[in-house]
C-alpha cells in the first residue's frame, strides 16, 4: 500500500492548518495517508480551516492515541502521540514541551518508513530552537533525519520545478564557509547527487554544474582560490567517477542556464546562494527534499512562519508540490528498485 506519512509540525505553525488545507485539497482517490500529530490540534485546525473535504474524511479516519506498530487500513489514519491543550500552543510556542513533540512526531516518521508502512514521508516545520530546548542538538531537519536514518551522507536538496539545487554547507557562519568546503566532501556529494537524480528523479545521465565560492568562480584565482585547491579538484575527481559533473562555474549566470535546461541540479557551495534565486523565483512552491535517505523525504521550502500560523494566511502551494513530488520521487524509487 503506498501510505504517505505527514508528521504535523511544531503545533503553533503552519503545520496544522496545513495538513487540514492538504485533506481538503486531495481527491478521496488520493494515496492513503497517515498523518503523525496531536489529534486535539488537528481538529482544532479542522474546525478553524477545514472544507467539506477535510471534514468528511476526518469522520471517517482512524485515530490511534499512542505508539503503534500496526496501521490500519482506512484511507485516513492519525498516529496522536502527544496530549496538548490547544488552547495554550500559542502560550506554550518555541517551549520544551513542543520541541518533544514535535520530536517525536519526526521519529514515529521514520519508523513508518523504515518499516514499509509508509512509502514517502512529508514533513512540516519545526522550531529548531524548540527541539534544542528539548535536548535533542539538530541543526534542522536534514540532519536530525539522516541521524534517525543512520545514514552515511545526507544531502539538502531544493526543488523548484526543472530547478534543483544542493547545498555543500547548510546553516553556519558565511566566514566558516570556506573552511568547511573540502574536496574529498564535494566529491562524496556529487556521486550521490548522481545516484539520487538517477533512482529518484529519473533522469540517466545527470548534468550537475557545480558553483564556485567567489565572484566569478574566482577569476583564475585573482579573487580567491577555493576553486583552483578544493572545487576544481573534486569535480575533476567526479569526472573520472563517472559523474557528469561541470564547473566551477559563476554562480550569478549559473541560474539563468540552469533555467534554460542546460543542467539537471546545481551544487551551490553556500545557504543564500543556493535558496536565494530560487525563493525569488516562486517562494511558494519550492521543496526540500533529503538525498541519502534509505526513504523518500519531502518538505515545504519554508519554517513555521509564527507572524501569519493559524490566521488562514498562509499558501498552500509548498506543501502541495512537497506532497506531489513525494509521489513521484517514491514511485521512480520503486521502479528503479524494480
Known sequence: ????????????????????????????????????????????????????SAK????????????????PNPP?????????????????????????????????????????????????PVNKDAMLKAGYPYPGHTQLLAALDRAKMEIMLMVLGKLRVA?????IPLKKVPQKIETAKL???????ARSLKTDFGILRPRIAVLG?????????EIGDEEIKKIGPAIRLARKAGVNALGPLPADTVFHRARH???????????????????????ERVVNVTLGLSFVRTSPGHGTAYDIAWSGKASPGSLFAAFDLALILAANRKRSNG
Open 1 to 52: 500500500m503506498n501510505r504517505i506519512c505527514i508528521t504535523m509540525g511544531d503545533p503553533a505553525g503552519l503545520g496544522p492548518e496545513l495538513c487540514i488545507r492538504l485533506l481538503d485539497r486531495q481527491k478521496f482517490k488520493s494515496p492513503p495517508l497517515l498523518i503523525i500529530g496531536d489529534n486535539q490540534v488537528l481538529n482544532a485546525a479542522l474546525k478553524k480551516f477545514g472544507g467539506k
Open 56 to 71: 468528511t474524511r476526518f469522520e471517517n479516519a482512524c485515530v490511534i492515541n499512542g505508539e503503534s506498530q500496526k496501521i
Open 76 to 124: 485516513l489514519v492519525i498516529l496522536s502521540l502527544s496530549r496538548l491543550d490547544p488552547e495554550k500552543i500559542f502560550r506554550e510556542r518555541g517551549s520544551k514541551k513542543h520541541g518533544r513533540a514535535s520530536w517525536r512526531y519526526i521519529e514515529a516518521g521514520v519508523r513508518a518508513c523504515k518499516s514499509g508502512i509508509c512509502t514517502a514521508m512529508v514533513t512540516m
Open 167 to 171: 547545498l555543500a554547507t547548510h546553516h
Open 187 to 193: 566529491l562524496s556529494m556529487l556521486k550521490l547527487m
Open 213 to 221: 565560492l567567489n565572484p566569478h568562480a574566482g577569476e583564475k584565482g
Open 261 to 283: 535546461g542546460e543542467f539537471d541540479a546545481l551544487l551551490a557551495m553556500y545557504h543564500d546562494q543556493g535558496i536565494g534565486p530560487l525563493k525569488t523565483l516562486d517562494f
